[in-house]
């Protein structure tokens, strides 16, 4: 099977069998960029299938057996969430690779930090960061979706939402563009890592700093309330902080740039779903869900901590799984027709943001966020398609999206 690669490369040549696909499967496979098209032959395959890429590891293909070792993690620890495994920082990352009493601990902490009333505070910002992005484009007639709305949106929101001044959306964005795409590809060891990571964590370290010499009285953002807490009977070290801040912008601003385009690339090819955003602005929160079904972006490692077996097929301590959250909201035997978009749909246990104790701690930001884009860019752009002659670019990844997304107004 002929993969074209769509950037003007060569074509890519996948393996021809679903056999061979199944064991060569990997989040960075250049063959692999949309893995739609092959979840369903991976199912059925079985519930528990073996991949011998980057060491090795186990998929789980069902929404049940998925939902299952996310829900159990005495057995699936989350000390290495990405396969092949770096150590992006010094210590654990805080609070995703942690377990135990230890995760439970950071949780109480930093639960507070992003509750819905937290979100509800920070909305009328969100919503004119929303504006001002989508604004100047209305002018153009057309825009480079991905670029131009989908990538600013999600930092200009992570901004807002910590107290850091919108003055540092460009070098956030910046450093952050140099570390996925300069530091870590050319990272050949951790330590390399280390040293790639250094500007962000200096930059969060900076954002720290400023805020605790400005004063956190009567403040609600993530920060201020970070200074405040309370971690074990006591207060968090400046590493600490800037651990879980480096994480949270990891966490939330590639998935939710991720979850714009695959979002907006399937209503650049619904004009009547976009109708029914413009007359039925009430139903985006219902649209958003279905569409998080269908496309969730996520995709995390498990490692096991104790043999267990399931399906007749024994995972040994030591081994390692991929849980992708997108075949659990394609399983038929959980959603009736999974890969038709219905916005009728009954059942809404989709997925998206996981499940079990490390379910996304920004999931409720990461909606808001979703619901303003479609609310505000409808607002101004009513009717849209993709610009002829273009093709969008997937990428499977643990974010799994799309890098371009060219866009024609009216």
Known sequence: ??????????????????????RHWSLYQPWLKDPVEYWDELRELGPVVRSEEGGGFWILTRYEDIEWAARTPEIFSS???????RQLFPEKQIPIQLDGEEHRQW???LSNLFDPRVVNHFTPQLRQAAADAVEPLVAKGHSEFVQDFATVLP????????????????PLLDHKHWLRHVG??????????????Q????????????????????????????????????????????NALFVSML??????????????????????????IRTNPERIPTIVEELLRHSPVSSTGRLVTQD????????????????????????????????????????????????????????????RILQIALEEWHTRIPSYRLTPGTTPVHHYSPARGVHNLDLTFG
């Open 79 to 85: 000390a290495e969430l990405v396969i092949p495994h």
């Open 155 to 170: 930092a200009e929101a992570f901004l807002i939402n910590f107290g850091i001044g919108r003055e540092h959306l460009q």
């Open 1 to 22: 099977m002929t993969v074209v690669d769509g950037t003007g490369g060569p074509a890519v040549q996948a393996p021809a069998t679903p056999e061979e696909r199944a």
């Open 107 to 109: 949780r109480r902490t």
């Open 251 to 276: 966490a939330s601003l590639d998935t939710t740039t991720s979850a714009l385009g695959l979002i907006f690339l399937y209503l650049a090819e619904h004009p009547e779903v976009q109708d029914v």
């Open 308 to 367: 267990v077996e399931r399906h007749g097929v024994t995972l040994r301590k030591g081994d390692r799984v991929l849980l992708s959250w997108g075949l659990s909201g394609l399983d038929p035997q959980v959603f009736k027709c999974p890969h038709q978009v219905d916005f009728e749909r009954e059942s809404t246990r989709q997925l998206a943001f996981g499940i079990g104790p490390h379910r996304c701690l920004g999931m409720h930001v990461a909606r």
């Open 199 to 242: 500007p962000l964590w200096q930059f969060f370290s900076d954002a720290v700093d400023r805020r605790r010499a400005e004063g956190t009285e009567g403040r609600e953002d993530v920060i201020s309330k970070l200074l405040e807490a309370e971690y074990d009977g006591r207060r968090p070290t400046q590493d600490e902080m800037v």
């Open 184 to 197: 870590i590809p050319n990272a050949r060891t951790d330590e390399d890592l280390r040293k790639a990571n």
